[in-house]
């Protein structure tokens, strides 16, 4: 992957294929997740996808991508561990493939200057109505997560499981934050974020480098002085889990939910072995918690587990009967200690290796894909090439797998139930 | 085999019947790495009511197709996703109203995972203790679906526009219904919907066309070829009479549906999705998020940027859905309503906004091709016979007349009907 240094703190990276129909750019604005400024900043995502000066209007701004060929103009917030992200993206169908389409590289390039860098604002703050408005939106969005029973359970696991407030809330911010934002205070963190994010811009299609590199100088993003980031997050082991139950009405299933920690330092190798785990347990349909305790026992119609690389937890998640969680769980907790005893099939390991390559050579085929991984190398300055990686995950053994395993501890559950 | 090439596209469609009526669809992407491939037949929950031949007519519980979808994976001794972990394919499968499709993606073993796929999907197993045990895990899904709010709003106004039909049925059925389902129904419905005359194979990315026929060939000549003519029962549906309903739901801010039910003759045909993208467009000028209707609200706080239409045009089935999420879901009402009965003067003059709609549309519809899984579901294959490329063609060949024709035919008599899920 080449990189341009645009400005210091500025980069660019360009991925020239013709494989795909579509243009795209991407900006990552990246700073220090902080509970101060997670909820300002979803809100800012909110403001710079529906109004600019040039657009003041979300009508303005819808039909402008109509202009631009149906172009899908978005923006949105991440997480990466102890980093936050707001990320804007544009994707256009390519020029070749449609009638006069030769300018829209370079409208797409204005289009999106105008929406980052010349936003709606009076005195030091964001237009009234258009703040007003989105703020609304953006609390409606956030109440609305406690509709989404899974979401919600694993909001409130994530509440009881980390010591540092900084990445207890939710990449879209607090509710009870959101509420107290001025339209003053988020412009702040407006011009603090221009002036010192750090900013990975991609731009992926059949493009031409020295073009792109120009259009980007276009602008004119400021150097700044790298802010201090570590994207990864660690915590000690707790002496006791951390328990929490809620019921709630109207809901007809439970959610168990369990964090547990799984402390592989970042970027070591032992990361293949953690991802072969993971899959092994709960990641896949194949996996020991789906195949056993989904179907055989028929106990969660849901079930599954997530590794969680950047904060060093592993999170498993189940839908079923209030009545089964007891069992669930303690049968979960055996499938575990299985694998920490190295009693599992090998047949189904080199299953679930395959299908780990597989997924992995598939997002080939993705182009946001192939920018997600762009910005996570230049997030983690760690750059692993295909050949490199396949053979990593070829080489992982069952032993590894059990060592990996055994470093699973239970820190904190959150358990959703009916009203009774 | 049939060629059809697209040119402004660069896309070619290779189509092939085999000897048993298996329909073979291919599609080369050679700069991908992926092969995406997905077996279907026509036969989705809407089919209530079938007839082999010239015997009786048979009725079938609401959500079987969604219970054999299911259970054709598993078999005697083994479950059929196994087989495609070995080969390190992605497998699955989905039941909508009109089509049971499975399918998987793999970038390696191309030709032994359609093997798989093919045998799999024709070679049944049903036991009483197979379906009992599904009974459980499918009664489990409905739950789920219960819990889900969006779930619930959608339900809400199909049955209102389209009360004790196939269509307000949940694709999975109910408790009820699928505990009468056993072993010999399950035989019985796969034997008259998935013979080989039934089924359709796509196939996508990066293969072999003339190896994959081979085997496609080969593989087919493992199933008796038997085929028999089967005939879908239509029920006759029933006149919405209910302009307005609630439910009362624990969510955080009521979600609002409303309908549109067009009656009318169905339609077969390319005519469909013509039809559909002709409405879609003219949707899209009337409450699009460039319109002065939409900003209006917008700025009002009434609708957010979950508003959102849909028409939807399955076999005898033709509505016109709304969906958002408000407490001012009745001056909502009154401005859609209003909306629609001015319809004819608020499309006048808009022939400019029609064209470029139209280009943003054809726009939109380029940037879907890049995935694969688009290119063979996304189409209107199963509904129609257009495939994705087509609708793009028929979409270029829309005119504003079109637009106009199709409004009177949608408006003219157009009852407003509203679900409300609050709390």
Redesign the interface.
Known sequence: MKKYRINSGVNLVILPT?????LHIAVDFVAPALTSNISARSLLSYLMAVSARRYP???DV??K????????YQTDVYRFGQTHHLRVTM????PD??SDGSNLLVSAFDFLKDMMFDPLVGEQKFDD?VFA?EK??LI?EL??I??D?SRYAISQLRNITYDVPNLQSSSAGDIDLVKNLTSESVYTTYKNMITNDLVNIVVLGDVNDSEVASLVSGWSVPARRLPFLQPFYRQALRPATVEKEKH??????AMLTLAMHLDVPPLDKQRFAAMVMNALLGGS??SKLFMNV??KA?L???IYSKWQYDTGFLLIAA???ADKVAQTEKMIHQEILAMQNGDFDE??V???K??L???Y??Q????NSQIEIAFSRLLTGSETSEFEWIKQVQAVTSNDIALVAQKLQIQSRFILLPKE | MLEKYYKQLKEKVLTETMPDGLKVVMVEKPDYHKTFAVLTTDYGSLDEKYQVGQGSPKKIPAGTAHFLEHKLFEKENEDAFTRFGQLGADANAFTNAYQTSYLFSTTQHVVPALQHLLQFVQTPYFSDKTVAKEQGIIGQEIQMYEDDPNWAVYMGILSMMYPESPMAHDIAGTQQSIATITPELLYDVHHAFYQPSQLTLQVIGHFDKLELLETISQTQQLFASNSSSVTRLTPNLQPAVNLSDTRQFNISRPKVAFGIRINGKPLRGTIVTKRTLAVDLMLDLLFGEQTDWYQKLYNKGIIDSEFDTSFDLIREYQFISIFAETTAYQALEKAIQTQINQYRSALKNQAHNFEQLKRATIGEGIQRLNSLENIALRGDDALSGANLFDKIELLQDLTFDDILVTADIIFQDAVLQRFVLQK
Do not use: H, M, W
């Not at chain 1, 013709?18 to 579509?22: S, V």
């Not at chain 1, 991508?65 to 899908?72: E, F, N, P």
């Not at chain 1, 994707?91 to 390519?94: H, I, S, T």
């Open positions: 013709t494989q795909f129909k579509t209007t979300q009508q819808a039909q991508t109509i202009d631009l060929y149906g172009a899908q994707q256009l169908p390519a493939y449609v109505d408005k609304q939106s409606n109440e609305s406690s509709d029973k709630l009405q109207d809901i007809n299933q349909p194949l989904r179907e028929s969660a119609y849901s839908g079923l009967d047949k189904v080199a299953s679930i395959k299908s390559i597989n997924d050579l598939s080939q085929d993705s182009p």
